[in-house]
Nanobody
Framework: QVQLVESEGGLVQPGGSLRLSCAAS????????IGWFRQAPGKEREGISC????????YYADSVKGRFTISRDNAKNTVYLEMGSLKPGDTAVYYC?????????????????WGQGTQVTVSS
């Protein structure tokens, strides 16, 4: 059974940091590009980052560029999203998703497997 599981999010103060992980089971991440998406209350889901299956190529939305870093450890079948300089506007449910192949984009319709989502709240 293909499954993606995000780590627990949490409450973070503005300016703080948090690392999310996305662990895959039932398949090998080596062949999959992974994307991170988020959905804030009352807003559409936003694609914020992706990393190519072999690593090396990444993408960041302008909203997170310079503050978030995506990485992967294929040996651990896990992808990470390191989030820094967090703002209240980063409050959202964060999802990871997987799609087979090397095309790194955040077009969510191209992703076939999704995690259950994890809540990140940035507030003092």
């Amino acid at each position: 059974q293909v499954q993606l599981v995000e780590s627990e999010g949490g409450l973070v103060q503005p300016g703080g940091s948090l690392r999310l992980s996305c662990a895959a089971s039932g398949f090998t991440l080596d062949y999959y590009t992974i994307g991170w998406f988020r959905q804030a209350p009352g807003k559409e889901r936003e694609g914020i980052s992706c990393i190519r299956n072999s690593g090396g190529i990444t993408y960041y939305a302008d909203s997170v560029k310079g503050r978030f870093t995506i990485s992967r450890d294929n040996a651990k079948n896990t992808v990470y999203l390191e989030m820094g300089s967090l703002k209240p506007g980063d409050t959202a449910v964060y999802y990871c998703a997987a799609k087979r192949g090397p095309i790194c984009s955040v077009s969510e319709g191209t992703y076939g497997d999704w995690g259950q989502g994890t809540q990140v709240t940035v507030s003092s």
